[in-house]
């Protein structure tokens, strides 16, 4: 059974993904600081799964604890590398702090990793790096755009760094997954999205207001040049999006990669607008809610919705759900933590 490190593996994206690694047999060793997760998510992954992933309570800004956790675990045949800060509003204001936590963490991992004899790694990019994009669908050789907040520029450093290391590393072999716009939740219930404070995505927030935790959800601008002049992403279920990183890591394992550096864009192809997916969860929930038109809001892309045609068939990957049965699980998990 082969043993992958999974950083951020209690967050929203990695607790799904570590779920997924599990059910293909994968023993997974979670790295996480609780940053922004919590203990609980361990049980729920439990839960799922019946089988609980190792734990390491461990800050990778700390150099020398990911030099020790290197040392005591020689074992490792990939790393999945979520951990990172997200927040694009408080990037604006805390540059520095996004910059130490999302690049010194890469980079003492990527130090450790490509002195492992195989070294398979995943890095958690983000569509962000295609800023407003000229063309859509956005294929991967879309150029990367100036970063439009430090959050934004981390991800695209982030990807310099890994590539320049392939570059001289033949023996390292590395997969960014562009990530669109990651919701839902598992369909068990028993692990989701927790955003912490208000949240700062669309449906965390269509959720919480139907739960009754915010008054009135804002869509921000309605004169956009799109069909219903609201902003329009591709949303993409978050179990779909676990299973991109096993595929993934299967390729690397199994070395069916093209080149030692490769990237992939994680979408549906489809674009939806915030009307539409509003009308999605009131479709699913059955009930109506309290929204209303507000101003732009800065930094907002007008559009983004990804062209799959590379995951699909060079890593042989492709989203199953709808955005419905993305909007349903959403709702399912804000009503089990809410006891609604
Ligand atoms: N959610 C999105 O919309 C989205 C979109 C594109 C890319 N991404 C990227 O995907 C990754 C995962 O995102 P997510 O939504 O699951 O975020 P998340 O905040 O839920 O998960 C990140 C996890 O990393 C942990 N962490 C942060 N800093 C750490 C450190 N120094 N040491 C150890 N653990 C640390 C946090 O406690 C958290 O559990 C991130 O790199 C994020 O930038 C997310």
């Given at each position: 059974m082969k043993k992958i490190l999974v950083t951020g593996g209690l967050g929203f994206i990695g607790s799904h993904t570590v779920v997924e690694l599990q059910n293909a047999g994968f023993e997974v060793v979670i790295i996480d600081d609780?940053?922004?997760?919590?203990?609980?998510?361990?049980?729920?992954?439990?839960?799922?799964?019946?089988?609980?992933?190792?734990?390491?309570?461990?800050?990778?800004?700390?150099?020398?604890?990911?030099?020790?956790?290197?040392?005591?675990?020689?074992?490792?045949?990939?790393?999945?590398?979520?951990?990172?800060?997200?927040a694009v509003g408080e990037s604006v204001e805390k540059p520095l702090l996004y910059y130490e936590n999302n690049l010194n963490t890469l980079i003492y991992i990527l130090k450790e990793v490509s002195g492992l004899e195989t070294s398979n790694f995943i890095f958690s990019s983000s569509c962000t790096v295609y800023g407003q994009a000229d063309e859509m669908p956005i294929t991967e050789k879309a150029p990367v755009k100036p970063a439009e907040s430090p959050y934004g520029?981390?991800?695209?450093?982030?990807?310099?760094?890994?590539?320049?290391?392939?570059?001289?590393?033949?023996?390292?072999?590395?997969?960014?997954?562009?990530?669109?716009?990651?919701?839902?939740?598992?369909?068990?219930?028993?692990?989701?999205?927790?955003?912490?404070?208000?949240?700062?995505?669309?449906?965390?927030?269509?959720?919480?207001?139907?739960?009754?935790?915010?008054?009135?959800?804002?869509?921000?601008?309605d004169d956009y040049p799109t069909p219903d002049g609201t902003c329009i992403r591709d949303y993409i279920h978050v179990v779909d999006l676990a299973k991109a990183h096993v595929v993934a890591l299967q390729r690397l394992l199994e070395r069916k990669n093209n080149s030692n550096y490769e990237t992939f864009n994680i979408g549906t192809g489809v674009g939806s607008s915030v009307l539409e997916v509003i009308k999605s969860f009131e479709k699913v929930s059955g009930q109506s809610l309290n929204y209303k038109m507000a101003p732009r809001r800065a930094g907002d892309v007008i559009e983004a919705f990804a062209h799959t045609n590379k995951a699909n068939t060079v890593l042989g990957w492709k989203a199953q759900s709808t955005l419905d049965e993305a909007m349903q699980s959403a709702w399912d998990w804000e009503k089990h933590i809410r006891n609604l």
């Amino acid at each position: 059974m082969k043993k992958i490190l999974v950083t951020g593996g209690l967050g929203f994206i990695g607790s799904h993904t570590v779920v997924e690694l599990q059910n293909a047999g994968f023993e997974v060793v979670i790295i996480d600081d609780l940053s922004n997760s919590s203990l609980e998510v361990l049980k729920g992954i439990e839960d799922i799964t019946n089988k609980k992933p190792e734990f390491e309570n461990l800050d990778l800004k700390d150099k020398s604890k990911v030099i020790t956790f290197f040392r005591t675990h020689h074992d490792i045949s990939g790393v999945i590398h979520f951990a990172a800060s997200k927040a694009v509003g408080e990037s604006v204001e805390k540059p520095l702090l996004y910059y130490e936590n999302n690049l010194n963490t890469l980079i003492y991992i990527l130090k450790e990793v490509s002195g492992l004899e195989t070294s398979n790694f995943i890095f958690s990019s983000s569509c962000t790096v295609y800023g407003q994009a000229d063309e859509m669908p956005i294929t991967e050789k879309a150029p990367v755009k100036p970063a439009e907040s430090p959050y934004g520029n981390t991800k695209q450093i982030g990807e310099e760094i890994i590539r320049d290391t392939c570059k001289v590393m033949p023996h390292m072999n590395a997969i960014a997954l562009r990530y669109f716009n990651p919701i839902g939740a598992h369909p068990s219930a028993k692990i989701g999205e927790l955003p912490i404070g208000v949240p700062q995505n669309l449906v965390p927030y269509i959720t919480q207001t139907a739960a009754g935790l915010r008054d009135c959800l804002s869509v921000f601008g309605d004169d956009y040049p799109t069909p219903d002049g609201t902003c329009i992403r591709d949303y993409i279920h978050v179990v779909d999006l676990a299973k991109a990183h096993v595929v993934a890591l299967q390729r690397l394992l199994e070395r069916k990669n093209n080149s030692n550096y490769e990237t992939f864009n994680i979408g549906t192809g489809v674009g939806s607008s915030v009307l539409e997916v509003i009308k999605s969860f009131e479709k699913v929930s059955g009930q109506s809610l309290n929204y209303k038109m507000a101003p732009r809001r800065a930094g907002d892309v007008i559009e983004a919705f990804a062209h799959t045609n590379k995951a699909n068939t060079v890593l042989g990957w492709k989203a199953q759900s709808t955005l419905d049965e993305a909007m349903q699980s959403a709702w399912d998990w804000e009503k089990h933590i809410r006891n609604l």
